[in-house]
């Protein structure tokens, strides 16, 4: 059973900066990539960013240059550094892996970004 908890969102301002973090149970969570989500209500889940298991890097256009993905596979965790932070990243934010035919998610984790 694969288990992914996400931490570390919070109330924000604008141009401020959080770290998120999906924690996951397992061995194997170093050989799958790892993505991060976030949704608003009424709008579908978008993809913000992903890492591969080799370490590449991946992101939706609006986040470029503001958010950086990584991981750590000795502590199984992946982290979403977010700076410069805007209202409408406001969010739930999910940690997501798909392995073979399986999606795996987090229960997520609410980022509000307003002054």
């Known amino acids: 059973q694969v288990q992914l908890v996400e931490s570390g969102g919070g109330l924000v301002q604008p141009g401020g900066s959080l770290r998120l973090s999906c924690a996951a149970s397992g061995s194997a969570f170093i050989m799958y990539a790892t993505d991060w989500y976030r949704q608003v209500p009424g709008k579908e889940r978008e993809l913000v960013a992903t890492?591969?298991?080799?370490?590449?890097?991946n992101y939706k256009d609006s986040v470029k240059g503001r958010f950086t993905i990584a991981r750590d596979n000795a502590k199984n965790t992946v982290y979403l550094q977010m700076n410069s932070l805007k209202p409408e990243d406001t969010a739930v934010y999910y940690c997501?892996?798909?392995?073979?035919?399986?999606?795996?998610w987090g229960k997520g984790t609410l980022v509000t970004v307003s002054s």
């Open positions: 890492i591969t298991n080799g370490g590449n890097t």
């Open positions: 997501h892996q798909r392995r073979y035919s399986m999606d795996y």
